[in-house]
């Protein structure tokens, strides 16, 4: 009789983005275009920021936790935490979380500004706070969107980063890099300048 070798069951979802998006529900299948990080962007942004055991990841505004999900998955060894003040997308996120069976990542429902960064090792960061400027791709219209937020969030974040120690790593994608310290150097850069791998000196 023929053998017949089934891949690893979690392994498929990881094969393409149009796999991995059929975890979620039509309505947040069609925000992934533009929302959501593809799958060659996190494993990037996952081996540059994982370089030790047990590191903790923070992805600033998580949405419906694709980077997490998809970095945990390559990066078993490391915790990656997703913060995201839509609670709607903290379910989705959960959900598909609890499909893949990945136990290192974790979501918190919430503003990024309410969180102590001293917990975490290295950020990701997709442009999270484009939605406050004006004539942008939004979410959905659950939150209010002002420029006077988009620079608050910008200068905390910038704050934030700022007095992290040397050897933080940031990955930032699409950004219009508004929240990178000085401090931090440009190692690398891909995806035709969108996807950039910073160091703190
Ligand atoms: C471009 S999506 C990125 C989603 C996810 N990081 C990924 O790469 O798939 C940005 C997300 O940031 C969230 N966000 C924006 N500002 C935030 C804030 N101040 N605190 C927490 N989440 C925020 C938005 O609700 C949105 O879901």
Redo the contacts with the bound molecule.
């Keep these: 009789m023929d053998k017949i070798y089934v891949k690893n069951s979690k392994e498929k979802w990881f094969e393409n983005d149009d796999t991995f998006h059929q975890l979620y529900t039509k309505k947040i299948q069609l925000l992934a275009k533009k ?3 593809p799958i060659e962007v996190a494993r990037i942004a996952a081996e540059f920021l994982v370089s030790e055991k047990n590191e903790k990841i923070l ?9 997490c999900l998809v970095a945990g998955h390559y990066k078993p060894n490391a915790f990656f935490y ?5 609670k709607s ?1 903290i379910e989705v996120a959960e959900n598909a979380q609890i499909k893949l069976g990945l136990d290192n990542v974790f979501f918190i429902e ?4 309410q969180l102590n960064f001293n917990n975490y090792d290295h950020f ?1 960061f ?6 406050n400027i004006a004539g942008t791709d939004k ?1 959905d219209e659950s ?1 209010d969107y002002s420029l006077e937020l988009y620079n608050y ?1 910008n200068r905390y974040l910038y704050k934030q980063l700022e007095t992290k120690p040397a050897g933080t790593k940031l990955v930032t ?1 699409h950004s219009l890099e508004n929240e990178v310290p000085r401090n931090f150097t440009l190692v690398d850069t891909r995806m035709d300048n969108l996807l950039k791998c910073w160091i703190k000196i």
């Design positions: 929302h959501w990080t992805d600033i505004g998580s949405g419906a936790g694709k980077f997703g913060v995201e003040q839509r997308l919430g503003n990024f500004t990701y997709y442009n999270a706070f484009f939605e979410i939150i969030y994608f």
